[in-house]
């Protein structure tokens, strides 16, 4: 119940096109799910973050879909560009844990 | 600068050598963590702690140790119970528990 699922694995996407990640939980008690971007060698940073009472946040090209009924959320990057290419992770938090997906390894190819 | 340093960035040990892993914030943030992050995983949390002289175990706590003195550090023991030390290790540390983690920039361990 503690579990994030990360879903795809890896993804390759052409420049200026829509990148999607997708997450799903269990644990209702979640009530903070953070995106982070993680470069090779570095450590993660965070892009983004939700509370379950908003169904959608967007900070520039970076926008988070939340469905609360559904116990789902997703990552879109739009105008996708070479430099987003990283490894992303979704994550979610109750209480005193932050539980990480499995991550989701970006190719954006120009 | 506000932020987290980690140090050393590469460590190399001998099998059966203990070896602790640096952690130090002056976000005067709370809640502290350590990670263990293998390739092509996620991240796989061993400790973490809320308050001074209080911490907890995660999901893979065998084989580690942890202090927390100061609120400012979490020092990380890897010991020689510890069967496959070699992995990438983070710490983060948030403003409360749980909470929008901010990330240290990793040990490399290697263990040989």
């Known amino acids: 119940q503690q579990q994030v699922k990360q879903s795809p694995q890896s993804l390759i996407v052409q420049k200026g096109g829509i990148s999607i990640i997708n997450c799903a939980y269990e644990n209702t008690a979640f009530d903070y799910f953070p995106w982070y971007q993680q470069f090779p060698g570095k450590g993660p940073a965070l892009l983004i973050a939700i509370r379950p009472d908003v169904s959608e946040k967007k900070e520039g090209r970076f926008t988070i879909s939340f469905n609360k009924s559904a116990k789902q959320f997703s990552l879109h990057i739009m105008d996708s560009q070479p430099g987003d290419s990283a490894t992303y992770f979704c994550?979610?938090?109750?209480?005193?844990?932050?539980?990480f997906g499995t991550g989701t390894r970006l190719q954006v190819f120009p | 600068d506000g932020g987290i340093t980690q140090s050393p960035k590469y460590l190399f040990r001998k099998e059966g050598q203990n070896v602790t892993l640096s952690c130090e914030q002056n976000?005067?943030?709370?809640?502290m963590y350590w990670y263990r992050q293998d390739p092509g995983q996620g991240l796989r949390l061993i400790y973490y702690?809320?308050?001074?002289?209080?911490?907890q175990k995660g999901d893979i706590a065998e084989g580690y140790s942890v202090s927390r003195e100061k609120k400012e550090s979490f020092p990380l023991t890897v010991t020689s119970a510890q069967k496959n030390p070699t992995a990438f290790y983070l710490c983060?540390?948030?403003?409360?528990?749980?909470?929008?983690?901010?990330f240290g920039q990793g040990t490399r361990l290697t263990v040989v």
């Open positions: 994550a979610a938090s109750a209480a005193d844990k932050l539980i």
């Open positions: 976000l005067n943030h709370d809640a």
């Open positions: 702690s809320q308050i001074v002289n209080d911490f």
């Open positions: 983060a540390s948030s403003i409360a528990q749980g909470k929008g983690a901010f």
